[in-house]
């Protein structure tokens, strides 16, 4: 069978195995190595087209070993968002669910977002939260969209417009089947690295779900993007950076508003322009 292995920094061990749920958790494994900084990711029993996407995706090795490949796992269980939607794994999944709310069907892929990462479940709440707040019409922007999965959750919550992009193709490239899959359209999807880009407009909600090296670096853009009095989302944060980023963006002009810690991650709500209203450290 063939096993794909890749090191990576520890502190983003949850991240990926996110990120590689389509290989499933029985073929996943996380070898911790002696500096406690660094990682090796490892999937087992994967078959050729698995491991050469992998390998264009993500780099790392691909090695032949005799063993026997294992069972797939058991399918992700519903997960309810405020009380305003479904995140599921399949359609027949959702066609099994009530219908009061909807039902975002978002399979396991390789492009980060499937609703079960502290990152993306809190932004999926906050989104919750402000379209809640909306009094009139209202248009979504998605930076690092992943698998589409804020975009998509943003139309399904009443936006108006919602508009994805990703440094990822692959992820783009998701991001697009999943918004056929939900019949979310249209929503645009491009690649895009935030780095290099000045937004050509403003939007009333906008989330970032980047690394916050990231957010730093493209805060003046992204604090461009959003429109006077509009809502700004921002993740990806780790405790021990959450001052340094929610200081860049409050020197442009965002005053937060919530603050949700789950673990070592942190995702923000914050105003352009207004008081704040959460202790953020």
Same mark, same amino acid.
């Given at each position: ?25 029985? !073929? ?17 029993? +994967? ?37 305003? *939607? ?11 669910? /009530? ?11 390789? %492009?980060?977002?499937?609703?079960? =990462? ?6 999926? !709440?906050?989104?919750?939260? &402000? ?23 943003? !139309?399904? *919550? ?7 992009? /990703?440094?990822?193709? =692959?992820?783009?490239?998701? %991001? ?7 019949? %979310? ?25 980047? $690394?916050?090296?990231? +957010? ?6 992204? &604090? ?29 002009? $965002? ?19 207004? %008081? ?6």
């Amino acid at each position: 069978m063939l096993t794909w292995r890749k090191l990576t920094s520890a502190k983003w061990e949850d991240a990926w195995m996110e990120r590689l749920q389509c290989v499933g958790p029985t !073929r996943l494994a996380v070898v911790r190595l002696p500096s406690r900084k660094s990682l090796r990711i490892e999937a087992y029993a +994967l078959t050729r087209k698995e491991a050469d996407a992998l390998l264009r995706q993500f780099g790392g090795q691909v090695r032949e070993i005799k063993d026997k490949p294992v069972s797939e796992p058991v399918a992700r269980k519903p997960l309810a968002i405020r009380g305003r *939607l479904w995140i599921v794994d399949s359609p027949e999944t959702a066609r099994n669910l /009530d219908n009061s709310r909807p039902a975002l069907v978002i399979p396991a892929a390789m %492009a980060f977002g499937t609703g079960d =990462h502290a990152t993306t479940a809190s932004c999926l !709440r906050l989104l919750c939260d &402000a379209a809640e707040a909306q009094s009139g019409p209202w248009d979504f922007l998605d930076l690092g969209t992943g698998s589409g999965i804020l975009a998509i959750a943003a !139309r399904k *919550l009443g936006a108006r417009k919602a508009e994805g992009c /990703d440094f990822d193709p =692959h992820a783009v490239r998701t %991001a697009k089947a999943n918004v056929a899959l939900n019949a %979310a359209g249209p929503i645009p999807m491009r690649k895009q690295d935030v780095l290099q880009w000045t937004p050509a407009r403003t939007w009333d909600v906008v989330a970032a779900n980047l $690394f916050s090296q990231v +957010l730093i670096q493209a805060s003046p853009a992204i &604090a461009a993007a959003v429109r006077p009095g509009g809502t700004l989302i921002l993740s990806g944060i780790l405790l021990i950076q959450e001052k340094e980023v929610a200081a860049a963006f409050g020197r442009l002009g $965002f005053a937060f508003q919530k603050a949700v810690r789950k673990g070592k991650w942190v995702t923000l709500m914050a105003r352009k322009g207004g %008081a704040p209203q959460c202790g953020v450290s």
